[in-house]
């Protein structure tokens, strides 16, 4: 069964998932290793490691290459193959002017060696990030080179020309939302292209399946990409008389967090027992390693040193804890390894910020008020910690958009 239009991007590309895995010697079929089926909202496909019983999902629909090359990733690792062939699955036009990785470094055009004779040893992307790169639209002034710039260290070259192709690149409002998108990416997410990346550690590929599921401790809420897990009930929780007083934002603590089954045990029984709190994980298992901070936990209770000691020794395994792995950096006050506390912002901290922004240009406000509300038919004003440091930077930056290239 083929199942098309896997991903689209903002380059249309079109993707076959069996394609992709009989490529990587994976057959797909009834009597094959890899069956393949289709959940009944028609939004994600499961794909099953019949050897081993091991399965994943994969979204249908996404506008993030980097989800797109995650998933990838995570299939071949479903069946213990890594991705060798990639660069043989880019369009014709790219393998036909680069039809080995290997390569490339002889493969750049003069152009870019006359351009660039000092960097012979970067690659043809790092020379179009240098100054090869030539938009059709020349940026006008520094906040919009820094725009151009900030794209190409997230896209490929032809991406970013497809996305002059279909919009009016400089738009304010447009460019605005996704310049506040790409600031609060860099906070939360590795660069890969900068060679960040979460790749090389432990990693348990179906952990998704076991946090999309309610057990007599806590139920799932589906939300946004996160499953929360959260107990049955605060008023007969074992820890309700320390509940928060009205009006008090919940604190909340951020995990450099492995994907591990025994981790999600232990912390249901943590927040369903022990403490007045509730947590957020990942709905996919590819975005354990696309973002710093995979697990939040957020406290309707002061968070105290008790707490904070008795989550440092949860954590102060490796089984658990990525930081103890490789560098894993975390936004907040990081009492312990792995870990960092912040504020939950609150509506008038949104909107305060929002006024700054409006001060300097409105479009801009609008943008990052569109991305700091909810979503449906009555957005209201809401912002996670990230957000508000997006925020912050991204109003540091509008002044440049009064200074000429």
């Known amino acids: 069964m083929y199942f098309k239009n896997w991903l689209k991007l903002m380059e249309g590309q079109q993707f076959s998932i069996s394609n992709f895995l009989s490529q990587n010697g994976i057959q797909v079929g009834p009597n094959a290793q890899a069956d393949l089926s289709q959940s009944k909202d028609g939004k994600y496909i499961f794909v099953r490691n019949r050897q081993t019983g091991k399965s994943l999902s994969v979204p249908i629909a996404s506008a993030n290459t980097n989800d797109f090359e995650a998933a990838k990733k995570n299939m071949l690792g479903l069946f213990g193959k890594q991705n060798n062939q990639q660069p043989q699955q880019q369009s014709p036009q790219n393998n036909q002017q680069q039809p080995n990785n290997q390569q490339q470094p002889q493969q750049q055009s003069t152009q870019n060696n006359q351009q660039q004779p000092n960097n012979q040893q970067q690659s ?18 520094q906040l919009e080179k820094l725009y151009l710039d900030m794209l190409l260290q997230k896209w490929k070259p032809e991406t970013v020309l497809q996305m002059f192709q279909n919009s009016n690149f400089y738009d304010p409002y447009n460019m605005y939302k996704k310049l506040f998108d790409l600031i609060y990416d860099n906070i939360r997410t590795p660069n890969k292209k900068a060679g960040e990346h979460y790749d090389d550690v432990p990693h348990q590929w179906d952990i998704d399946q076991k946090t ?166 009555n957005p209201r004003p809401k912002a996670s910690a990230g957000q508000m440091t997006a925020a912050q930077k991204f109003l540091s930056l509008l002044p440049l958009a009064n200074k000429p290239v």
């Open 124 to 141: 043809p992307q790092n020379n179009q990030q240098s100054g090869g790169f030539q938009p059709p639209v020349p940026p006008k002034n």
């Open 212 to 377: 999309a599921k309610s057990t007599k401790l806590v139920k799932v809420s589906d939300e946004g990409g996160w499953h929360f897990r959260i107990p049955y009930s605060w008023d007969k929780h074992p820890r309700a008389q320390a509940k928060l007083p009205d009006g008090v934002k919940e604190g909340r603590i951020s995990f450099a967090a492995l994907a591990n089954p025994q981790l999600i045990d232990i912390l249901d029984d943590y927040v369903a027992n022990k403490r007045l709190a509730y947590y957020k994980t990942p709905d996919q298992s590819s975005n354990w390693t696309d973002r710093h901070d995979p697990i939040t936990m957020y406290f309707k209770e002061p968070i105290t040193p008790e707490i904070r000691s008795e989550l440092a020794q949860i954590f102060n395994n490796k089984n658990f804890n990525r930081a103890m792995h490789k560098n894993n950096p975390l936004t907040g006050n990081e009492f312990a390894k792995g870990m960092a506390e912040e504020t939950s912002p609150t509506k008038e901290n949104v909107m305060d910020m929002v006024q700054k922004i409006k001060a300097v240009s409105p479009a801009a406000a609008e943008a990052a008020l569109f991305h700091m509300s909810t979503r449906g038919a």
